[in-house]
């Protein structure tokens, strides 16, 4: 009875989010999604602003992609930062990657709520 009560409760938290920060709650959990733009994260903290370019296929392909991302929270404990563009596009972690492990692949998406959205 407890679990369900504590699963009404977070179904009823994340229930007022707007629409992209509910996305990245969806992908990666309510418990790992800080969105708290000024959380000191582990890596990267001092990456407040990412600028994404490009001179060939993807300036040509995928467009919405290019652009100024500024930090828009933290994941997974404040460990990695995300960030998110003026036309709601996102630079995070890919969900299933292993941080402990060193090597993070980084996914530019956008609102998506399965892995075969995503695009890398």
């Not at 800080?34 to 040509?60: H, L, P, W, Y």
């Not at 100024?68 to 460990?79: A, F, Q, V």
């Not at 998110?84 to 090597?103: C, F, G, H, L, R």
């Amino acid at each position: 009875m407890r679990t369900i009560v504590m699963t009404m409760l977070a179904t009823l938290a994340t229930a007022k989010l707007p629409q992209h920060q509910q996305d990245l709650v969806d992908k990666f959990g309510a418990e790992n999604v800080n969105f708290d733009k000024n959380a000191r994260t582990q890596f990267c903290n001092q990456c407040m602003e990412i600028g994404v370019t490009s001179a060939g296929g993807a300036m040509e392909h995928q467009p919405q992609r290019i652009g100024r991302y500024t930090k828009d929270g933290s994941l997974w404990e404040n460990m990695m930062p995300f960030w998110k563009s003026d036309n709601n596009q996102y630079i995070t972690p890919d969900p299933i990657v292993q941080p402990i492990m060193y090597y993070i692949k980084w996914v530019v998406s956008e609102k998506c709520w399965r892995v075969q959205c995503w695009t890398y």
